[in-house]
Structures are given as C-alpha cells and as structure tokens.
C-alpha cells in the first residue's frame, strides 16, 4: 500500500502555545487527507476533511480557530493546533486518500499538552 | 446520519481457531464501501479487507473474509487460522458515497489471540 508519513510522532508544548502536524503522502497524489483523533481506548473521531486548494470540510463540534487545516498540495497537509491546552491533548492521525483508493493513514501524533 | 456499531468490546480467540467479529451499520445510500481495519499497538492503522456495496460476492483476503448482507446492513469480518500477531483493536468502517466522502468508524472491538 501506499506510504504516508506523520511529523512529528511525538510533541510535548506548554499550554497556550500552537503546534503544528504535518502529513505526507510520499508515493501518490492525494485528492483528499482526513484528520482524524483519538482518545485511549477508543475510536478515531473523524476532525475535518482537506481537499487540496480549498477550505476543509469541518465535523460538528470541531473548532475551525482551535484547529488550522491546511491542504496546500497534493501530498502535503498540516494541522495546526492553536493556544493548545491540556484537553487537547490526544492522538492525532491523518490519512491521505483518492475517491477509488481507500485512505492510507499516518503513523500518528501524541500530543502533550502541558 | 450514518452510523457503525460494533457491539463486541472484546473478543478472545485461541490460535488456530476462527473467530468472527460483527458490525452493523444504518444508511440510506445504496452505493458505498465498508471496510476492516487493524490497529495494533503500534496505533498504526492497517487495511485489512474492504467490500464494494454493488458487490454480491462477499470480500476475502488470506485468512480474513467478509460476510455482507447488504439488507440486512450488516458487515461481519471473519480470521480463520488465527494467529498471535492477529491481536490488535479491529474497527470496522464506512465510506460514504461521493464526491462528499468520508469514513465513520465503529467504536472497535479489540481481539485477543491466545496460545
């Protein structure tokens, strides 16, 4: 399958800062990226999704401010997680997909916030 | 709304024997994907088999198969030969139908493998 690559796998910030996520997919082109979260023990909360050149597409309940998508090229997105505070700590993950692919995800962030 | 429900928090199964993991899901869309993925602890997630919804014929890869009952809205997953590197959390997912698509995952099912 397909590679897609995380950076960084692990941040820990003091809380106020911003924190920025990037997702890679190394070996195609990926129409769309999702951005996913996940707390221990449970299942991945889809966050948003990024087409590339245009706005993402946020889930209800995501704040838009708080977290910064950016989908500038076909292979590249960030997260940006802005005044991180303690809740915001989790597990980030992001895939990166085409409409007749399924996605190929990232290996994941943890974020600490402290 | 879609939903994915996987109404097994845990199973247990011993090595070599077979084990099935269920999934429903709702929608009102005819046209759409599920999927299977493993989650080791690595937290690394991992395709494991995938089902075409204008598909009849139900989906296999190795020792992993599907049973899809489309009316039914039902989606269970199959590991035959189970093997100790087959534990992990098992999610089953959704892909909603294009352009607008997006996956709804279930709540997970975590599989122990026993030797």
């Known amino acids: 399958g397909a590679v897609v690559s995380q950076h960084p796998s692990w941040v820990i910030c003091k809380s106020g800062t911003s924190v920025k996520i990037e997702c890679r997919s190394l070996?195609?082109?990926?129409?769309?990226m999702f951005w996913y979260r996940q707390f221990p023990k449970q299942s991945l909360m889809l966050m948003a999704t990024?087409?590339?050149?245009?706005?993402?597409?946020?889930e209800q309940g995501v704040e838009k401010d708080k977290f910064l998508i950016n989908h500038a090229s076909l292979t590249l997105s960030t997260l940006t997680v802005t005044s991180a505070h303690p809740e915001d700590s989790s597990f980030y993950i992001c895939?990166?997909?085409?409409?007749?692919?399924?996605?190929?995800f990232g290996p994941g962030t943890r974020l600490l916030v402290l | 709304a879609q939903t994915v429900t996987q109404s097994q928090p845990e199973m247990s199964v011993q090595e070599a024997e077979t084990v099935t993991l269920s999934c429903t899901y709702d929608?009102?869309?005819?046209?759409?994907?599920l999927f299977w993925y493993k989650q080791p602890p690595s937290r690394q997630m991992i395709l494991v088999i995938r089902?075409?919804?204008?598909?009849?014929q139900n989906a296999t890869e190795n020792r992993f198969s599907v049973n899809f009952q489309k009316a039914a809205k039902s989606f269970s997953l199959k590991i035959s030969d189970s093997q100790l590197g087959d534990a992990a959390m098992y999610f089953c997912?959704?892909?909603?139908?294009?352009?607008?698509?997006?996956?709804?995952f279930g709540t997970g099912t975590r599989l122990k493998v026993l030797a």
């Open positions: 895939s990166a997909a085409t409409p007749v692919e399924t996605q190929y």
């Open positions: 070996d195609f082109q990926a129409t769309t």
């Open positions: 990024s087409n590339e050149g245009s706005k993402a597409t946020y």
């Open positions: 929608t009102s869309e005819s046209d759409y994907y």
């Open positions: 089902q075409e919804a204008y598909k009849q």
């Open positions: 997912a959704y892909r909603s139908p294009l352009p607008a698509y997006k996956y709804i």
